[in-house]
Every structure is written in C-alpha cells, then in structure tokens.
C-alpha cells in the first residue's frame, strides 16, 4: 500500500513538533509518504528539513488577534486559499489529510472536505483554537492533548490521546540527588519575566548556593545578562540562549519552571518532572493556564500566575521542595502517571480508520 499523508499546520513549534512525531510514526510503522502543508515561516523550513519531511507552504492568514480591516482582509482571501488548497490536493492525491491547528491548517482542512478527503484534526491545547474549532465540525476523528470536560467536541468523534513528542522523553535518565537541579526555560523564545524571577531569587537562595544548580534557557535577548547575574552571584548555572538537548536538560531537573505549552506539558509528564508552571499571560484563550491546570489539578505541579511570580516566591517554592523531598517525589509520581507515550500511535491507528482501500 503506498499510503500518502498530509499534514497542515505549523507556524509555531507547539502545531509543528508533534505533527512531525505523528510524521514518523507513519512513516516508521506503514511507510508511509508525508507532506507538510504548511506557513512560510523559516524556522518552519529548518525543523522540516532536519527531519528530511518534504513541505510545501500553502496561502494562510491569521485570524485571531487581529483588527477589524486585518479579519476582513483575512475572510475575503479565505475562499481563494481553500480553491489553492484544493488544487495542492489534487496534485498529491493524499488517502488522508490531518490539521495540527494553526491557520495554515484552515484552509487546508476546508479543502479536504470539500475533495472527498478524509480529515482528522489534532487539539493540543485544553481550549481550541479557531482553525481546530471550524474544523472539527468536519472532521472524522478528533484527537486530543487534554481530556476535554468542558464539552468543546463531539464525544463520538474526539479521543483524548495526548499529545505526541519525541521518544526521548520517555527515557528519564539517572539523576544524582544532589545538587538540587531547577531547569528554567520560556519556550523557544525564552520568557523575560521568567529570567528577571530567578534573578531576584539568587540573593535569596544565598544560604543554599551550595546545594543548588541552574539550567537556564533564556531566549536570545537576555542570555548575557542572566549568565552574569548567576556568575556575580556565585550560583552554579549553565545557561544557554537555546539549546536542542532539552530531553537530556529535563533529565537531570529535580524542578521545572517554565510556561505551559501543551508540548512542554508533555515533556515534563514523559519524564515524571515536577514543575511550577507559569502560564504565558497572552496565549490565545488563555490556553496556557487551563493547559496548566490539568497538571496542577492531579497534583503534578504548582500554577503560578505571571502577575504573581516573582523572585520571592521562586526562592520560597525552591526552599519548601528542597527541604521536603516527600513532596516533590509524590508530585513526580503524579505528573509521570499523566503520561501518554503511545500518543502518535493511537493517532494513526484512528487516522488509518478512516482511511477506505
């Protein structure tokens, strides 16, 4: 069976990574051919190309977050986009088409429908986001990071399955117990008010400099002046502007603080890590504090408002875990049994459902 697939979406890393973990899964288990349809962004063409999955950019533009001319502009080019995503569907003859959200997944999605295509979509977030809600009034199957309680989708159509990452971060290495290991990190764009926490926290921790040590991934802006503050201060501290060993830097963590992207949220139950989650304050939805209440909830880690995160509460949270390792150890037990290493699997084992040869 030379089984083709198409999937759209992408535009930031939270569509694009695990659409590329559902890629190889088809790829490794039916061999499977894979395209991307996806947003012409250049970070978009590096990931894709590492992976070596061939990737077209379709015609998208967001919706969301934009003023009244800029959603007017967007409408009116929607009908032309589905017609160039149609015409793209014609010519690689997918036996399936599955949206990872993201706009560019829209059209797309729209266009499959349209062409007799069977589509499934895949929510990583708790709340959905506009492509992914339109979609799934169309969709055949329906996948899911987080159970969805609130009722957004149709219950015969939409699986909780998790959300899928790479294989690496269900291989928790071993972590010496000492020194207590805090890994800090925004996302792949790092977070100001993150890196501003921990630096007020050093003064604090002072007493503890000893049986502490930092991995700090800053994003590009602030990598300098948070390398200096942990030097100044004589903490022990790796920092790094961005780094692609994220697996292997969660591995040794005894604390995770970070935002709560469904992706990130992922990692940290893949590998059983306790973590103080600091939703990013603008997600669309407020997307990022229900993603973190899912964990919080279950006891797996701490939900901490941006507004509220400050340096005196980080130095507090570090201090009541360090001295009450019961604690962390049952928050670990917590967030590792929230994993869902067969994520990708179940989402093709659904995808080929719904496909007829």
């Known amino acids: 069976m030379d089984l083709k697939i198409v999937i759209a979406g992408g535009g930031t890393g939270g569509h694009l990574f695990p659409g590329i973990a559902i890629a190889l899964e088809f790829s490794a288990s039916l061999g499977a051919a894979v395209t991307f349809l996806t947003s012409p962004k250049a970070v978009t063409a590096r990931i894709l190309e590492r992976y070596g999955f061939p990737w077209e950019v379709v015609a998208s ?17 929607l009908p032309g986009s589905v017609w160039e995503a149609k015409a793209r569907l014609k010519v690689l003859a997918p036996h399936l088409v599955l949206g990872m959200g993201g706009y560019a997944s829209g059209p797309v999605g ?20 506009v492509a992914n809600r339109w ?4 969709a055949g199957r329906i996948f899911l990071s987080f159970p ?10 939409a699986v ?12 928790s290495p071993e972590r010496p117990t000492a020194p207590f290991t805090v890994l800090l990190m925004g996302g792949s764009q790092g977070a100001h008010s993150l890196n501003l926490a921990a630096l007020a926290a050093l003064p604090l921790l002072a007493d503890l400099k000893e049986q502490l040590h930092f991995l700090h991934i800053t994003g590009k802006d ?9 030097a100044q201060a004589g903490f022990a501290a790796e920092v790094v502007d961005f780094t692609p060993e994220v697996p292997a830097w969660m591995g040794r963590t005894h604390l995770a603080v970070c935002r709560a992207g469904a992706s990130t949220l992922a990692e940290l139950t893949g590998l059983g890590r306790a973590a103080l989650l600091v939703p990013f304050p603008f997600a669309a939805n407020n997307h990022q504090e229900f993603n973190a209440r899912f964990l919080a909830d279950a006891g797996a880690a701490e939900l901490i408002l ?4 400050t340096g005196e509460v980080l130095a507090d949270k570090i201090k009541h875990l360090l001295s009450h390792p019961d604690t962390l150890k049952d928050m670990e037990t917590a967030s ?5 290493p067969d994520a990708a699997k179940e989402i093709v084992r659904g995808c080929m459902e719904l496909i007829k040869m």
């Open 306 to 309: 941006n507004k509220n995160f």
């Open 222 to 230: 602030d990598r300098e002046e948070v390398a200096a503050g942990y």
């Open 148 to 157: 969805d309680n609130s009722g957004h989708y149709p219950r015969d159509r």
């Open 160 to 171: 909780w399955t998790g959300n899928p990452i790479r294989p690496e971060f269900f291989v």
């Open 336 to 340: 590792r049994s929230l994993a869902k």
């Open 61 to 77: 533009r967001a919706l969301k977050g934009q003023g009244l001319l800029s959603r007017l502009r967007t409408l009116g080019s």
């Open 110 to 129: 729209v266009a499959a429908y349209l062409a007799g295509i069977p589509l499934a979509i895949h929510e990583q977030n708790a709340i959905p986001g």
């Open 135 to 138: 979609l799934a009034k169309l």
